[in-house]
């Protein structure tokens, strides 16, 4: 059989299941193909629109069967817009999805055995639970919104429906204000919104100030801004802060990535020291201010790098260590500085799941042994979702 491809040819497929990145999977005589904005079950015709050996990606130019997971998508941008990628899919397909690609990942990347359940908490919200956002804009035509998949283009947003109405209504605010004057050229906007619908916005290109907000977690008051890193999903930060805390309480806590201290702030209700570590010195001015407004007096912030902390000689052993990273990971000298300080336990929050599970690797092959992996819902409607791993040291 002719097994020759090239770009353009279009093929019928069947979408066998959602892997990483929230791709479908299928296969046709000698080829591997990866089709976006798939369901498991799906028959249709795609078109290759890239080849790499015999792996190629395609795109979907007819459903010609629809499995029993699609749905018509809520949003008149779907498809178009970067942003929702598995809004074709069912709610429960979805979080199904989710935790295969994680067990695909903890599989493939970190082979690592774990046969123990990985638990998922579905978001109470699929829609209108986005507290932040970051927009692109082109005040030369008016317009702002999020780019086009795979592209740099500018899709113009009317109505973003995974937003919290507080922000849909400054998205509508700004757009209302775009004029040819503001700038020149494309514009970023990060947005946040807080507790009582109050908003935070930043550009380079806007002279209003960015102002200050807050969300309440646990009783604790977090203030937080615009220019500073806040979990994005309103209707589950209590569930992510209990999930990666979990029972731990001791001497010495280290909080990594520590932020403006959302998980730092219950780390010292039950450690006697907590050290929290983040390079943004915007977020660490929140989070001092935010321990200080909490009486507490056992946390201590350094703005600096974690690998330059933990490289320092000043990092103390640690009986609990929370770390998390960035989406674009912690790298491989930091994670083995941090196996060097023999933490007893570790909870790791992650939300890329491949690079959760390269790391993994890395802490079962030095001694630690996986007790739990829990993933959260954080971002409905896309791939991305946040994991849980907890780890314990083999010879504690």
């Given at each position: 059989m002719n097994n020759t491809y090239k770009i353009g040819d279009e093929l019928e497929l069947t979408i066998e299941k959602i892997v990483p990145r929230g791709l479908g999977l299928a296969f046709a005589d000698g080829l591997t193909l990866f089709?976006?904005?798939?369901?498991?079950?799906?028959?249709?015709?795609?078109?290759?629109?890239?080849?790499?050996?015999?792996?190629?990606?395609?795109?979907?130019?007819?459903v010609i069967e629809p499995s029993v997971d699609r749905i018509t998508p809520p949003c008149q941008y779907f498809g178009t817009c970067g942003g929702c990628d598995l809004m074709q899919m069912n709610y429960t397909a979805q979080l199904a999805a989710k935790v295969a690609m994680i067990r695909d990942c903890i599989d493939r990347i970190a082979k690592v055995d774990f046969t123990g359940e990985i638990a998922m908490i579905g978001s109470p919200r699929e829609f209108n639970y986005r507290l932040r956002a970051q927009w692109h804009a082109d005040p030369q035509i008016g317009a702002i919104g999020y780019y086009q998949r795979n592209s740099r283009k500018l899709v113009d947003i009317k109505e973003c429906i995974v937003l919290v109405p507080e922000l849909q209504a400054e998205l509508d605010r700004l757009r209302g204000e775009m004029s040819p004057e503001i700038a020149a050229g494309m514009m970023q906007i990060d947005a946040a919104?807080?507790?009582?619908?109050?908003?935070?916005?930043?550009?380079?290109?806007?002279?209003?100030?960015?102002?200050?907000?807050?969300?309440?977690?646990?009783?604790?008051?977090?203030?937080?801004?615009?220019?500073?890193?806040?979990?994005?999903?309103?209707?589950?930060?209590?569930k992510l802060v209990e999930t990666a805390i979990g029972d731990a309480s001791g001497e010495t806590a280290l909080d990594l990535y520590s932020g403006v201290g959302l998980f730092t702030l219950p780390l010292g209700r039950r450690f006697k020291q907590v050290i929290g570590v983040e390079d943004n010195e915007a977020a660490v001015e929140f989070a001092n201010a935010n321990a200080v407004r909490a009486g507490l007096e056992n946390i201590d912030f350094y703005a600096a790098s974690v690998r330059r902390f933990l490289t320092s000689g000043e990092a103390p052993r640690p009986d609990f260590v929370l770390l998390d990273p960035p989406r674009a990971g912690t790298e491989k000298e930091t994670i083995h500085a941090l196996i060097a300080l023999e933490p007893m336990r570790i909870s790791y929050v992650a939300c890329e799941p491949s690079l959760l599970a390269r790391d993994l690797k890395r802490f079962v092959e030095s001694g630690y042994t996986i007790e739990s992996i829990t993933a959260i819902d954080l971002f409905p409607q896309t791939h991305h979702v946040e994991t849980v791993a907890h780890l314990s040291r083999n010879d504690t």
């Open positions: 089709v976006p904005l798939a369901a498991s079950g799906d028959r249709v015709k795609a078109r290759i629109a890239e080849i790499k050996g015999k792996t190629a990606f395609a795109e979907i130019t007819e919104s807080g507790d009582n619908g109050e908003v935070s916005t930043y550009s380079a290109d806007l002279l209003e100030p960015t102002r200050e907000i807050a969300h309440t977690s646990h009783g604790e008051r977090l203030a937080f801004s615009a220019r500073s890193f806040f979990q994005g999903n309103r209707y589950l930060i209590d």
